[in-house]
């Protein structure tokens, strides 16, 4: 599974960041990006994406 993050969409909420801790962190600039996409089969980054208010996450 591929997992990126539109950072023009992304408004920093870190619901993801919650949801896929071991894929997801916050960068200096305060929005998303993708720390580690080898554990997507770790963690729910469907539910990420489907959670995201702004959809920024695609997979």
Do not use: H
């Not at 896929?20 to 962190?25: G, H, L, Q, T, Y």
């Not at 994406?49 to 695609?58: F, K, L, T």
Request: aromatic share 2%; net charge negative.
């Amino acid at each position: 599974m591929v997992v990126k993050v539109d950072a023009e969409k992304c408004i920093g909420c870190g619901l993801c960041v919650s949801i896929c801790p071991d894929v997801f962190e916050l960068g200096d600039d305060g929005k998303a990006c993708i720390k580690n996409p080898r554990n997507c089969s770790k963690c729910d980054c469907k539910g990420a994406a489907e959670g995201c208010p702004v959809q920024a996450i695609s997979l």
